[in-house]
């Protein structure tokens, strides 16, 4: 089994497949020429890092054909007063009586920096499919965990914004 991807997953990395092919790889392949061009491919630096810039990007291309290959793909639509995919969901953390604001996405664009959680991590996989104030124990080792409540819960549609993860 692959990733759990949502259709606008899907069309976001068809989307960066075809821009990597049609504009990335034409670039990479003319600073390719060029650096060759300069001579002595042994101390060339320039062509070195043009080549590694191209292989970059063709190993980026078959990672995500390969993803969308392999790809199950999940609804991103839940009832409206369950945790699903694409809802802020407002937590409240017992242990640390704090109160936190997360989205749940699927794995490809998680960013906990950004407040974007996958629903593959211990606390997107805890919380999804429960309702306001529900109490929910998250597992993070074995037993070991921490309870969370929730607190409210936010459709959100708009995943345009969204970047997906580099690697």
């Known amino acids: 089994m692959g990733e759990r991807l949502t259709e606008s997953d899907?069309?976001?990395?068809?989307?960066?497949?075809?821009?990597?092919?049609?504009?990335?790889?034409?670039?990479?392949?003319?600073?390719?020429?060029?650096?060759?061009?300069?001579?002595?491919?042994?101390?060339?630096?320039?062509?070195?890092?043009?080549?590694?810039?191209?292989?970059?990007?063709?190993?980026?291309?078959?990672?995500?054909?390969?993803?969308?290959?392999?790809?199950?793909?999940?609804?991103?639509?839940?009832?409206?007063?369950?945790?699903?995919i694409n809802n802020t969901v407002e937590v409240y953390f017992e242990e640390d009586d704090e109160t936190e604001t997360y989205r749940l996405v699927t794995s490809v664009r998680g960013n906990s920096l950004q407040g974007l959680i996958s629903i593959e991590s211990p606390l997107g996989k805890a919380i999804q499919g429960h309702k306001v104030g529900d109490r929910v124990f998250v597992n993070t080792n074995g037993n070991a965990g921490y309870y969370v409540k929730i607190q409210k819960i936010e459709n959100t549609t708009d995943d345009s914004q969204d970047s997906l993860r580099k690697y």
């Not at 670039?27 to 650096?35: F, G, P, T, W, Y």
């Not at 810039?53 to 392999?70: A, F, G, P």
Request: net charge positive; hydrophobic share 30%; charged share 45%.
């Open 10 to 84: 899907v069309s976001k990395i068809k989307e960066e497949i075809e821009y990597r092919k049609l504009v990335v790889r034409k670039k990479e392949l003319e600073a390719v020429k060029e650096a060759r061009a300069q001579g002595d491919l042994s101390e060339n630096f320039e062509y070195k890092a043009a080549k590694q810039d191209k292989n970059r990007n063709e190993s980026r291309i078959r990672y995500l054909e390969r993803m969308l290959k392999h790809a199950q793909i999940v609804s991103d639509e839940s009832k409206a007063d369950e945790v699903g």
